[in-house]
């Protein structure tokens, strides 16, 4: 582990939600710092844009995306609306997509492997067609990055790994390396090889990494 998760990150309580634009910047940091937590080499990495982590020498780039079933995404965005503004019309509207809606909550409908699974393959498809521009400035190795905000239902993190395979076999360009992040675990696939490792994450200390991503996220410019 190269991050330190003080008592002060432990104990921090946040007295409103993240705000929609933060979101973005909570992801980057959020993965950087699983990766300072799972592997070391990560140190002189920073959160930048395009791809949104990269090394010090600019040679290697993750990029960072959530996946997220497209009903679920608009109802977050109705909650963060309500929670920012009162109006209960986005409170009503992400009901009736659904969910349950509180205050400072909200419960999404079920989901199955499949609409997961096929979340994945929309992402995945997505992300492959930035790759050849990474390659023109410079970078030589490159990863992608999914996070989930649930556990995933068992038989998608079974299959997640064939999805990748199967659709970079067609894809002239290809992933080196790719991360699968959900409570509180890290699955990392090397595309060369194929293997599969599964690294457990300590629940508390799951918890303080994602404080960490937000303070870091909600940090002013230049400090």
């Known amino acids: ?25 909570y992801n980057e940091n959020f993965a ?13 990495w920073t959160a930048c844009d395009a791809p949104d982590l990269q090394s010090s020498d600019r040679s290697e780039g993750i990029e960072v995306t959530e996946l997220t079933i497209s009903l679920n995404k608009a109802i977050v965005g109705d909650c963060l609306h309500y929670w920012e503004t009162g109006d209960v019309k986005y409170k009503e509207k992400a009901e009736h997509r659904g969910a ?72 002239p360009e290809k992933y080196d390396v790719f991360f699968f992040v959900y409570p509180s675990v890290l699955c990392r696939y090397s595309c060369s090889d194929g293997t599969v490792e599964r690294i457990e994450i300590d629940r508390d200390d799951y918890a303080a990494l994602e404080k960490y991503a937000r303070i870091m996220a909600e940090k002013p410019a230049g400090k």
């Open 100 to 171: 349950t809606a509180g205050d400072m909550y909200y419960i999404l409908p079920s989901v199955d492997s499949d609409d997961e699974l096929s979340a994945l393959e929309t992402v995945f498809r997505k992300k492959l067609r930035k790759l050849s521009s990474y390659k023109k400035r410079g970078f030589r190795t490159l990863g992608l990055m999914i996070v989930m905000d649930g556990l995933p239902i068992s038989s998608t993190e079974r299959n997640w790994a064939d999805v990748v395979r199967v659709l970079q076999s067609d894809s």
């Open 1 to 25: 582990m190269s991050i330190e998760l003080t008592d002060d990150i432990r104990d921090h309580h946040f007295a409103r939600p993240l705000s929609a634009e933060n979101m973005k910047y």
């Open 32 to 44: 950087l710092a699983v990766l300072r937590y799972c592997f070391d080499g990560y140190d002189g």
